[in-house]
């Protein structure tokens, strides 16, 4: 009996360790994947590479030079926009055009459409069309254009708070959401209206953008958002009530 009583505790504690693991390294530590790396073209304005996500202005939205438009299987229908993710250029498969391994972090501003034809962006291909900054940081000028890398998600990293663009018309709301921090990808979004004080959920309407038909003019407004880690943070009255479409919103607030 006494033995039984003094191990069982300390059992208990190991199996609390074991148990409190196991989420933080689903959450933490993600895998290395293979893919590929190509980079947009030489005269494409980097600031304009919002694309399918809705950030028009990528620099604005904060996502910087760092961007890229991920294939099929990782744009997974605008859920993976701001997203972001650590590229190595893969030394060992390529050693003539990789500088090493170096890595470089981009985040998810656009889609690489498949071309149906067996394209780098087709599925089941996991693909980076780089910005060329980001692309020239992890491989050599002069090659074909393409390299393969080795990627894997990281946590972003944002400065100041999260952003919101008024977008629509009348009772038609469309919400942009840019500059999030944490895991970078937003799940789920809810608004509140001072006047009615509930909370609606919004629909992802295309890419960064959320949607919801309830008039919330002349009011203030509040949004909930839910990361793809499950991350949840409040943004309360973070809209004026003399709010106008068209207005981008900064929040204090951000995600760790
Ligand atoms: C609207 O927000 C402001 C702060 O931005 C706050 O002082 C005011 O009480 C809010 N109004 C309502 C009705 O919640």
């Known amino acids: 009996m006494g033995p039984l009583f003094v191990t069982s505790p300390f059992l208990c504690y190991i199996f609390f360790l074991v148990l409190s693991a196991v989420p933080l390294f689903h959450v933490q530590a993600y895998a290395w994947l293979n893919a590929h790396a190509t980079f947009y073209g030489a005269n494409q304005d980097p600031t304009t590479l919002g694309g399918a996500c809705g950030y028009d202005n990528t620099f604005h939205a904060g996502f910087g030079v760092n961007t890229a438009a991920v294939s099929t299987m990782l744009f997974r229908g605008g859920e993976a926009c701001g997203a972001c993710y650590q590229v190595m250029c893969d030394y060992r498969l390529d050693p003539k ?26 599925p089941p291909h996991h693909h980076f069309d780089m910005s060329m900054p980001s692309f020239f940081r992890i491989a050599r000028q002069g090659n074909e254009g ?43 979004v809810w ?19 959320w949607q919801s038909s309830m008039d919330l003019r002349y009011q203030n407004l509040s949004f909930k958002l839910t990361l793809s880690n499950a991350n949840t943070l409040l943004f309360l009255n973070v809209v004026p009530s ?10 204090s607030n951000q995600f760790l």
């Open 97 to 122: 055009w990789c500088l090493g391994r170096r890595t470089v972090t981009v985040t998810a501003t656009n889609f690489c459409p498949p071309n149906n034809h067996g394209g780098w962006c087709d």
């Open 146 to 188: 393409i390299v393969p890398v080795l990627y894997r998600r990281v946590g972003c990293r944002r400065r100041g708070g999260v952003r919101f663009t008024l977008r629509g018309q009348g009772n038609f709301n469309m919400v942009m959401i840019s500059n999030v921090g944490g895991s970078g990808d937003v799940k789920s």
């Open 191 to 209: 608004i509140k209206g001072s006047k009615s004080g509930r909370w609606w959920p919004m629909h992802r309407n295309w890419g960064a953008n």
């Open 242 to 251: 003399s709010w106008r479409f068209g207005q981008t919103f900064s929040s």
